[in-house]
């Protein structure tokens, strides 16, 4: 796939998942590349979300440039109990494994408490409920620094006084 149908798919997703893979071995000279592509998915796809396992190399430079558009977009993948489990069996395989239920059986499976899981959950709800407000601020901020500019710092505390009665 082309980027332009790339970009074309994506345009069409309410909310897409962009998952940053790539080589641990990065050259020196493609470090900006890297970096530079990063940034310009964050921009291309306000909509999007960025997640990465983080490994040194490519996936930490992506990372690079969405952080620097925002931040909040970047997620990180990281491994659980239950992935170390399954990874043993990769070992002397030939990447394809076979899962028996004796194997199965020895899996260990951490469960907690109802309370902490909800705790988990209303975090989680309010980072979601959060995220598009501290969007939307930033954009009020970066007009209000562009009325401060082209216009005056009156006309940027006029635009300030309005959005604050829109949101209380």
Excluded at 82 to 100: A, F, H, N, P, T
Excluded at 124 to 136: E, G, I
Aim: glycine share 4%.
């Amino acid at each position: 796939m082309d980027y332009a149908n790339f970009k074309a798919h994506l345009a069409q997703q309410p909310a897409p998942i962009i998952l940053l893979e790539g080589t641990r071995a990065v050259p020196p000279s493609a470090e900006a590349a890297l970096i530079a592509l990063g940034r310009l998915l964050a921009q291309a796809f306000p909509q999007a979300r960025f997640r990465s396992g983080n490994a040194e190399g490519s996936d930490t430079l992506f990372a690079r440039g969405v952080e620097s558009i925002d931040p909040s977009r970047m997620e990180l993948i990281v491994p659980t109990a239950g992935q170390w489990q399954v990874e043993k069996y990769l070992r002397d395989s030939s990447g394809q494994i076979e899962l028996y239920p004796v194997d199965i059986a020895q899996f260990q499976i951490c469960l907690t408490s109802d309370s902490i899981q909800k705790k988990i959950h209303d975090m989680s709800a309010r980072v979601d409920t959060a995220r598009p407000q501290a969007h939307a601020l930033l954009e009020a901020a970066k007009r209000t620094v562009e009325i401060t500019i082209e216009q005056s710092e009156q006309a940027a505390l006029e635009y300030l006084a309005a959005i604050d009665k829109e949101t209380c």
